[in-house]
């Protein structure tokens, strides 16, 4: 192997190193540097989905090969590189993993007080009708519960409330896992699209408006699925009305809140239109022969969810979902304070969507950015990368949002200090492993976009010139399949397909969305997903079974967004592209 380019240390003004990009440094082979620039990725994939290696320990020994291959191949210093790393593990912890562990908490003290069994009670009378309960209770509130914690959540939560109400376990957690589909590129206050913007650079708003003129697509499909996953044929033409209605409203509201209010909003926004415009519905139409549940209601290991983020059941914080009969019905005041907790996140994040909020609150102190310290690269040309610049927004910071709502919730529920911090610190714990995942991903997506690996493959996969088009959601969906997040896939690809934009002369916005687009038609098959959805309704290990009835519908899903993303790079749909 023979190096070429830059790969002098240079001193900057304060005494650093300075790093200058390479993207071709082997004999200035574009394809032979790609070789080595894509050894982190396959690591991570054949540990994971191969070797089936838990996720966090696979991502550190794909973040050590990333290192690795920053210093050899690329010359990247030592220094550079170990910064590079520190600064992604940073940012996946705040403000990626803050969101997390904000909005986790905020559903578990609804656990903790049985105030979330009120919740599953007063769903289940909305309809007897299981084609109708699939659509309200996987699509409308597992986008309400993606759009608050994301992380597997949905999948665990609902499927759980669809045994309670009568649902085979096997069919609950598939319809559990393909609902998960159309709210995750939004989920977790759209921490996915944030996470994006920060790896490509692009604009925020206008990455989560191009994702919102793809993903509804799914949201018109997808409801319809899933009543064919209950009753067939027969379903459809029985209950359609109530697929076609909540999912057109989903499709809408995601659209209209996505390009024009708020993209940290659009799933909260769809999922509460969507459940609103059903229920309308429902006043005036029902179906002729409604398809009632069998007296199947869980009992043992039947009772609990898994947590998001866990393969397994976990009592200490889930002892109570069904600890209230099932039968009993509920004072009106109990029911407003179960909605409570979901309206008083609702106010809080739309006050700091208001304008004059928002700009105040993008002014120091709330909000400070300084670049890494020791940590200088820069391009071919000279410049400076945009990703050293770290931006704490510690008060309007999505995560904190959600804080600040729970603190409302404590006293809406009547949940006391002592108590509510017992049950943060149980949420730390039961995310872990995923905090400690997360940041060793966003640690190796770093490493490879600043040290120029990343690029190096976007120009390379560019040489497939527009059909790449159709490839790029092809890509998102991998990195979900094997990674289980969006979030982890952006920050794996998202690079990429810029690059690969750039050289292709096609659109960065087009592109590095569809990435999150095709990303969540992955997530039904992804091994962490289906271990949740299969421990959530006690069908450990039986994971294979699970898999063989969703992964027709994830290709299938699929190829259907490559399709729409290639239309969308053509004359046929390019006036849908955000320019």
């Excluded at 394809?31 to 080595?36: N, R, V």
């Excluded at 087009?510 to 687009?517: G, I, Q, T, V, Y």
Aim: aromatic share 8%; with cysteine.
């Amino acid at each position: 192997m023979q190096a070429s380019g830059n790969h002098t240390p240079n001193r900057g003004d304060e005494g650093g190193t300075v790093y200058t990009q390479d993207f071709n440094p082997v004999s200035d082979s574009l394809g032979l540097t790609a070789i080595f620039a894509v050894l982190p990725i396959l690591t991570l994939f054949v540990l994971l989905g191969g070797l089936k290696l838990k996720a966090q320990w696979a991502a550190l020994i794909a973040l050590a090969v990333a290192m690795a291959v920053a210093m050899i191949v690329y010359g990247m210093p030592v220094d550079q590189t170990g910064l590079s790393a520190l600064e992604g593990a940073a940012f996946g912890i705040f403000p990626i993993m803050w969101i997390v562990v904000a909005a986790l908490w905020l559903y578990n003290m609804t656990v903790e007080t049985g105030h979330f069994a009120v919740l599953r009670r007063s769903f289940g009378r909305i309809s007897e009708d299981q084609r109708i309960q699939a659509v309200i209770i996987a699509f409308c509130f597992g986008a309400l519960l993606e759009a608050l914690a994301g992380f597997g959540t949905p999948v665990a939560i609902t499927s759980v409330m669809m045994i309670a109400l009568g649902f085979k376990p096997v069919k609950a957690a598939s319809i559990a896992l393909v609902a998960n589909t159309a709210p995750v590129a939004f989920g977790a206050i759209a921490i996915p699209i944030t996470t994006l913007s920060e790896i490509t650079g692009l604009d925020k708003g206008d990455l989560g408006a191009m994702v919102g003129r793809q993903t509804p697509f799914l949201a018109l499909i997808v409801p319809l699925i899933l009543i064919a996953m209950v009753d067939g044929r027969r379903g459809i033409r029985q209950t359609w009305p109530v697929a076609v209605v909540g999912g057109l409203t989903f499709a809408l509201g995601q659209f209209a809140c996505s390009n024009y209010i708020s993209v940290e909003l659009t799933d909260i926004v769809a999922s509460l239109l969507s459940t609103a415009s059903i229920v309308t519905l429902l006043r005036v139409w029902t179906p002729g022969e409604p398809l009632l549940a069998e007296d199947t209601a869980p009992t043992g290991r039947f009772s609990r969810p898994a947590a998001a983020g866990a393969s397994v059941s976990d009592p200490a914080m889930e002892r109570e979902i069904t600890r209230r009969d099932d039968t009993k019905k509920d004072p009106p005041l109990e029911v407003v304070r179960a909605y409570a907790p979901y309206l008083i996140l609702i106010a809080v994040l739309s006050i700091a969507q208001i304008a004059a909020v928002k700009d105040a609150l993008a002014e120091s102190p709330w909000t400070t950015t300084f670049q890494w310290p020791g940590l200088d690269v820069q391009t071919p040309d000279g410049e400076a990368l945009s990703s050293l610049t770290y931006n704490v927004n510690w008060l309007p910071a999505a995560g904190t949002l959600v804080l600040i709502s729970g603190l409302i919730t404590m006293v809406a529920l009547g949940v006391s200090p002592r108590r509510a911090l017992r049950v943060f610190g149980a949420t730390v714990d039961q995310l872990k492993w995923a905090i400690l995942t997360v940041a060793s991903v966003l640690a190796l997506a770093y490493v490879m976009n600043q040290s120029g690996q990343t690029i190096t493959l976007g120009l390379w996969a560019a040489g497939a010139g527009a059909f790449f088009a159709f490839l790029s959601p092809m890509i998102g969906w991998l990195g979900v399949a094997v990674t289980g997040s969006d979030t982890s896939s952006n920050a794996l690809f998202g690079g990429l397909q810029v690059a690969a934009a750039k050289d292709a002369g096609m659109s960065q916005n087009l592109l590095a969305a569809a990435n999150s687009s095709g990303g969540v038609l992955g997530k039904m098959i992804s091994p962490q997903n289906l271990a949740i959805g299969a421990a959530a309704v006690g069908m450990a290990g039986q994971e294979g079974d699970l898999f063989r009835k969703v992964v027709g519908w994830s290709i299938v899903l699929m190829l259907a967004m490559c399709a729409l993303v290639y239309l969308q790079s053509t004359a046929v749909l390019d006036w849908m592209v955000v320019k």
